[in-house]
C-alpha cells in the first residue's frame, strides 16, 4: 500500500507585496538661455497589477520665465492607466488636470491669467524593459483654450 501525502506550502509573508508591484519615474527637465528659464519637475507611480495592466498617479511642477515677457507656474496631476497586450507594446489612457497661472509682461502693464487646463489622452509606445517610447494625443485640445500648443505629443516614458 503507498501512501502520498502533500503538505500546503505556508502562505508568504504580506509585508512588502504591495511595494513588489510600484514602480517609480517620472521626468525632470531644466533649459536655460537668453534671460529664458524652463524648468520641470513630473514625478509618478504606477501599481502593475499583472504582466499587461497597470495604474498610477503623477504630479507636475513647471515654471518658465522669459525676462520682461512672460512668467508661469504650472502644478497639478494626472492619473494614468497603461495596457500592453504584449511585452513590446504599451497603450496607455491618462487625465491629466493642471492649474496654470501666467503673467504677461510689457512696458505698460501686466496681463494676469490663471485657469485650469484638463487633458484626456491616449497614447501607444513601443516598450522595452522599463522604457517606453511613443506618442500620446489630447482628445481634449483646445487651441485656443490650451496651455500646450499641440494636441500631439512625443513621450519616453521610465519607470523602475
Do not use: C
Request: proline fraction near 3%.
Amino acid at each position: 500500500m503507498t501512501v502520498l501525502s502533500q503538505e500546503k506550502p505556508l502562505p508568504k509573508a504580506k509585508t512588502g507585496e504591495f511595494w513588489d508591484h510600484v514602480q517609480f519615474g517620472g521626468g525632470f527637465g531644466i533649459s536655460a538661455g537668453n534671460d529664458y528659464t524652463d524648468i520641470t519637475i513630473a514625478p509618478s507611480a504606477i501599481y502593475n497589477f499583472d504582466d499587461n495592466f497597470a495604474l498610477g498617479l503623477g504630479l507636475q511642477y513647471s515654471h518658465l520665465k522669459q525676462r520682461n515677457f512672460y512668467n508661469s507656474n504650472i502644478v497639478g496631476g494626472s492619473v494614468i492607466g497603461l495596457f500592453s497586450p504584449i511585452e513590446e507594446i504599451q497603450f496607455s489612457l491618462e487625465v491629466e488636470e493642471i492649474h496654470v497661472n501666467n503673467t504677461y509682461s510689457d512696458l505698460y502693464n501686466n496681463i494676469k491669467k490663471s485657469f485650469w487646463n484638463t487633458g484626456l489622452y491616449v497614447g501607444g509606445g513601443y516598450r522595452a524593459d522599463n522604457v517606453t517610447i511613443g506618442a500620446r494625443f489630447n482628445v481634449l485640445f483646445d487651441k485656443n483654450k490650451d496651455i500646450y500648443g499641440s494636441a500631439f505629443m512625443p513621450f519616453v516614458r521610465v519607470f523602475f
